[in-house]
Every structure is written in structure tokens, then in C-alpha cells.
């Protein structure tokens, strides 16, 4: 069964830049989740999907973050613009379904630095 | 207000030796699940056990069991005879039957010394 793909690994910008980050889920799984993750912290969630709706995304910065998830299977995420307090870990995750006995599985994930 | 805590940031133990990572909890919910993660240096959040607030047993899942005290809302992670792979963080998570948020803990970093 292949895991959870997310591209590219590594990204470099520049602040006030955009970047977009894609995440392809293991299939099958209908809930979707983005993470951000500074370093030497636990990861934060910033948007859940189930299927293609939004969930939750009380920790998404809205005006600089957005997220999409067409047709319930991969998802994107973009920021734009950049700040240099967006340098993280973007990691993504997907589960069978919301209930709370479901784990997660992670994708490698996206690590993000800003200039 | 939903929160987990995990108040050792480093651990160190020797090879084939047992270690306990705590985590504590917090939420009104009556319906929730407890979570360990191990990250690697590589960086993939790898699942290792689950306990549901009703589960009677603790869980195990070979060297890995949970020891859950729910009056104390603690769920405490042992690993059994470590190895030099269990070096990594270790993360604590929650999930309310509420809101199905996720929330994740600190972490824990744990050294195995050959």
C-alpha cells in the first residue's frame, strides 16, 4: 500500500514570495490534515478536510494561507505571502475517518524556508 | 480546554533497558483517544499505539504498551528492552470525540546509549 506523498521536500523562498505544497493521501482515506511543525515543537494542526469539505481550520492564518482539496483525494497548500516565521515543517496526513480511534499516517513532508 | 502535556523534553536510556515517557491530558470530553508517535531524524511521524478512553486493558503493541490511568489522566508510553533505532521524539496526541481535533504534545527526545 503506498503512503502518504507530499512534493517537494525541500523549498527556499524568499519572504513576500508564494509556495505551494501538494499532498496525495494513501486512498481511500477520506480525512485530510495539514500540520505545520517549527522546530523542536509538536506539529500544529492547520487545516482537516473530510473528503473535499473543511472541517476545521481554526489555526489556518486566512490571510496569508489557503488550502483546497478537489474532488476529496490530493490537496494542496499555499502561502502567499511568505513571512520568515513560516519557516517549518509542512507535514501531511490522512486517516480512514474522523473517528477518534483512527491513526494518522504522515507523509515525509515539506520543510519551508523563508529569506 | 482540550491539552496534552509532555514535561521530559530529553531521556536518556541504556540499550535492552526499559523506559517510561510520560504524558498527561486534559479535556471534558468522555469520549477520546490517546496516541503515541515516534518521529526519526527522517522526519515521517510513524504511529505506534492507540488507547481509547473506554478501553478496559491497557494497550500493547509488541514493545510498546500504554499505561493509561484515567482518573489521573495520564497515558504513559514504556518501551520494553530499547534499541539503538527507538532513538528519536516521541509525541503524545489526543483526540475528542467533540471536535475529532488532533492536538499534539511537545515531545519527548529519547537517546538509546549502546
Known amino acids: 500500500e503506498a503512503g502518504v506523498a507530499q512534493s517537494p521536500r525541500y523549498k527556499i523562498i524568499e519572504k513576500r514570495q508564494s509556495v505551494a505544497f501538494w499532498c496525495n493521501p494513501i486512498?481511500?482515506?477520506?480525512?485530510l490534515y495539514w500540520y505545520q511543525q517549527i522546530l523542536g515543537q509538536g506539529p500544529k494542526l492547520l487545516i482537516q478536510?473530510?473528503?473535499?469539505?473543511?472541517?476545521?481550520d481554526s489555526q489556518l492564518p486566512k490571510d496569508r494561507f489557503s488550502a483546497e482539496r478537489l474532488k476529496g483525494v490530493d490537496s494542496t497548500l499555499k502561502i502567499q505571502p511568505a513571512k520568515l516565521e513560516d519557516s517549518a515543517v509542512y507535514l501531511c496526513a490522512s486517516s480512514l475517518g474522523q473517528g477518534i480511534s483512527y491513526e494518522q499516517y504522515f507523509g515525509p513532508g515539506t520543510r519551508l524556508t523563508v529569506t | 480546554a482540550q491539552k496534552i502535556t509532555q514535561t521530559q523534553p530529553g531521556m536518556f536510556v541504556q540499550e535492552k533497558e526499559a523506559v517510561t515517557l510520560d504524558c498527561t491530558y486534559d479535556t471534558s470530553d468522555q469520549s477520546y483517544g490517546l496516541f503515541w508517535y515516534k518521529q526519526p531524524s527522517s522526519g515521517e511521524m510513524i504511529f505506534l499505539i492507540y488507547?481509547?478512553?473506554?478501553?478496559?486493558q491497557n494497550a500493547t503493541e509488541g514493545r510498546y504498551s500504554l499505561n493509561f490511568q484515567k482518573a489521573r489522566k495520564s497515558a504513559n508510553l514504556v518501551i520494553s528492552a530499547s534499541q539503538l533505532g527507538d532513538s528519536a521524539m516521541y509525541f503524545c496526541?489526543?483526540?475528542?470525540?467533540?471536535?475529532?481535533?488532533?492536538?499534539f504534545g511537545t515531545g519527548t527526545r529519547l537517546k538509546v546509549l549502546a
Open positions: 488507547q481509547g478512553s473506554y478501553d478496559e
Open positions: 478536510f473530510q473528503n473535499n469539505g473543511v472541517v476545521d
Open positions: 486512498s481511500g482515506h477520506a480525512t
Open positions: 496526541a489526543m483526540r475528542e470525540t467533540g471536535t475529532y481535533k488532533y492536538i
